[in-house]
């Protein structure tokens, strides 16, 4: 097998249908697409002929399809634990978006199905480990020569995510959950306890979820990690890292454009989303995945158990949130 | 009165001999140094002969001396409180440089002695107050064209404090107190509950302290600080600090200096020490002291209220650094 | 037809192998890489395993298989005329490296094989019109916020270069040529007049070149455009420019990395070479001249015109750095 | 003597009244101001009266005083030379704005008089010679760390000045003897050729004179310094330099401010004039000056050596204005 045939479940997504399935069809090696599903059958329709691929009536006949020897699941959160234990049941090896599960108890029934299916059938998008700056950052980390890690400062703001009717935990499971996975990565050390503690909320584009969130992790060396989670930074779109060593610090650069100086300033412009900021990263991890599928390299991407830590790290978050207080992990 | 004589007490230490004495006599309109004192003679003798002033034998000749209309205390934390009310009791009006008291108690005292004295008779020495950065920072917070301040991110980092037999309570009373008043001034407002938790201590110079601590504090609308406070950072000295608002934020710059680019590589050279970063803040301080003095200001400097309520501050923050908790201030 | 196959001819050339065969191969949606051909016979065969195609013989027989539907040329100089002419000859298009011709009769003959062979046959290798920053670049000027264009400075650095036995004109055709392109697309002006300024010359990796070169040329509307050309800058590899307009100017920024603060310093990694630097551009060339011949945009890539023009310019150079004077293109 | 007593003609001009008296007064170590003198009795009483020194009748009763030891002459450039010679022929140290003379046989004449006077009896304004960055700049260069340097690119942006009826020779008698004498003392060279050439003139605030101006020098040793010299830049303030040597560049830094991160991008604010950039300067200078007439330092500032060379090479610029070639200085 030189050419892995993917399905793309969710495909009408805009994630699946602007990120994953262009990534797919255009800058991924020994990949190729096709059959697509999605609830919204109209637009799967226009998908699939956009890309001449097969629209699937639903994720069932898209997983068992012989058309398709591996899928990419980016649909709604709740269905992406039972649709990865079919793939898993069909032997198939699954690329699963963030949440890897809604619940612990759901995440753990994943775990127990790959577990029968084999081993690193599921990789988990946890797409900031393909993104060049965060690697980069690793390795002068990695070097030593800049000692030990101390602390992580992490800000993540994005410009407008509609508020009402939102609860709390989405600060955690949309936004911290990658800097929870980021900083597992970055250090190489589990989370012990985690703190959330509520700012002044924003009135602009008010909503009834309490926005920003400041949440602390601290790992079993000790080390201090601190997050901004903005939602609505209304400015634009911005991940930033500082990770303090015990003789200097490493720092995400500030995404790079065209600097103009006009009237008494000099300024650059800011993405407005994530799609601009992570475009190499989103590629580099289907690609990745495929490689590893096809045996081109045989270290496995992010996969259950770091999915699984990721959800008990998120739910002691969620906890702490109400409690005010440091929980356990 | 044209010219305000001023004496220094504390003049042979490093911050009474290469600040605010050179400060006084080059750069200070409107003031004459007029004698100097230090609890080491010896130096003290060459500090007077460098500067053609008087040596007095001690703090309180120079006090009561007809050549001293003011007066300038820098000497140890334990005198900063009886020498400041002597002074007062002379009706000599102080630039007192912090922390204001080592207690709540002598605070109080402190309070009351100026009470007795007269309004504004006290400067204490924040001096950041002073410098151009902060000062355009508040002007575009007090604008109003990015909303209300949310939270503020504060990075203190100075490269070499000997820790050994330190107590805790430093990283509070001689590094966080800076970001206490920046940014009670900033954001006009005071603070509620503050907390801190420890990273892992570097083991760079190691010492009895745990280094660096990281400190919380929101204030009366909530807004949340969180604060880096380290006292080895090895590198180099950097003050950073962004205000972040409702709709944009605003952030110190990185100390400038010539962009050298050289073997794969465009650097910057950094500030070894906080002398060379707030170089115009020490002296507009001093400058801005002696001009209310002389009425061509009236509007006084940081006085004993704030120095007061950063001592109320500092004391929740050494008892948070006891209980693990939030602490009310 | 949906599939564009092509060969390349000097497949084994470290921008052949590394860059378009690569690009073709993994990053480019519509096209298929069919065959290579090289001078190297070893070598070419070792490439066409790698990829699964075919290894012809010689440059004559991949121009003529009707297993090649157009023809990438990344051969040494002195073939890309007589090349791209066969090509035209059997009606098949061209990606065409720079330079386009070696001398102006040369890019005489080439352009009359087009006019014979049909209307934007070919696209030259100006890749830097494809790279993010120049277009924002463009996008800027061309809104008119800033006013008219005056002057453009622009910096081109390469870190190592042996210019032992290297005329002083190879300053024009590999380093000028890529400024004289990317100044008349970003200006839509031809230039007027040209000079060449020789500075001292550095003594790093001593050659027998001048290095390096300072280019000035003049557009017919008087845009002064001023060229640093080094080939040995020993440091790293950059690409700089600034438009300056009535109202203010327009700059590429510095490649980003990580910001490391270590021992009294802030610093970012700089890339050692071009290929770092314009990754993108050299993907999204290729990516444009197959969708141009899909027929999904129609607007064609860099064509012979502007070959010829930047020939014309390149000349009136060489000239100028033998006269010292300011020589009519 | 420990204090010297200055007085000032030409008090009531901008960096006379601005920046001179302010900096004497309030920032100068070692000196007093005593009197003043403009053409402009009126404005020049109110200076009088608001530092508390005399308003002198003229010139000469001012440098004939015996309340004044040392004259600091920023009155119009046309009285530079007399002036100067009076206060030679008195025996008082002057203190010389830019340009040092009008005309090269003037700059002759005061050569003389200074002759007979005494050794480095005239310091010359060349300001840039004392800020910080340009010194920081210095010290990399002369390490030696980044080799020999091969050029300099220097920008001077003024934001705003009126052409009308100015002549070109303005953009060299005032923006470039500026970047003369910095690079004079940067590299300890002097200039062999100069050229000049003339981009598209900027339209907003038209008036009569070609603006910008593109200045050309080369050193002695070949290194070649090139000038963008625009005195309407209309987006602000700024002073550039890039120093290329054979192993890295040295480059002054951006004016810092602190960074707002607004509607889509993030911006510093830059400086609208010279007094903001170059504050700090414009007091070391006068300092450095009372320091060597004290005998506090045995250095003596740019004296009239400098200024006559900066005269001829000026006079070479305003040549090669007009016959557009390179011209011998």
Not at 24 to 53: F, R
Not at 140 to 165: E, F, Q
Not at 237 to 258: A, D, M, Q, W
Request: glycine share 6%; aromatic share 8%; with cysteine.
């Amino acid at each position: 097998m030189n050419q892995i045939k993917i399905g793309v479940i969710g495909a009408s997504g805009n994630i699946g249908r602007y990120t994953h399935c262009e990534n797919i069809v255009k800058y991924t090696d020994g990949a190729v697409l096709t059959a697509v599903s999605s609830s919204s059958k109209a637009s799967v329709q226009k998908i699939a002929d956009h890309y001449c691929v097969q629209a699937m009536e639903n994720a069932e006949e898209l997983i068992t399809s012989d058309q398709v020897d591996a899928v990419l699941i980016c649909s709604s959160n709740e269905t992406h634990v039972p649709y990865t234990i079919r793939c898993l049941e069909e032997g198939k090896p699954v690329f699963l978006e963030k949440p890897m599960a809604n619940t612990l108890e759901e995440a753990q029934l994943l775990l127990e199905a790959e577990k029968k299916a084999g081993e690193h059938m599921v990789q988990i998008g946890f797409m900031r480990r393909y993104d060049p700056d965060y690697i980069e950052m690793k390795k002068v980390l990695d070097s030593g020569s800049l000692g030990a890690p101390l602390m992580v400062h992490c800000i993540s703001r994005t410009r407008y995510t509609n508020l009402k009717n939102r609860p709390d935990s989405e600060h955690i499971t949309v936004i911290g959950v990658h800097e929870v996975d980021i900083c597992r990565w970055l250090l190489e050390e589990n989370m012990k306890e985690v703190m959330v503690r509520f700012p002044r909320s924003t009135t602009v584009e008010t909503g009834d979820s309490r926005d920003p969130q400041f949440l602390l992790m601290q790992t079993e060396n000790d080390i201090l990690i601190d997050v901004e989670a903005t939602a609505n930074s209304y400015y634009g779109y911005e991940i930033l890292c500082e990770v303090v060593c015990e003789k200097g610090t490493i720092r995400l650069p500030v995404t790079p454009s065209v600097m103009v100086r006009s009237y008494l300033n000099v300024g650059q412009a800011l993405p407005p989303d994530w799609n601009d900021r992570f475009v190499v990263a989103y590629r580099n991890e289907v690609q990745h995945w495929v490689d590893y599928l096809l045996g081109k390299t045989d270290v496995p991407g992010p996969g259950t158990a770091d999915g699984y830590e990721a959800c008990r790290i998120c739910d002691a978050f969620i906890r702490a949130q109400k409690t005010g207080c440091w929980e356990t992990v």
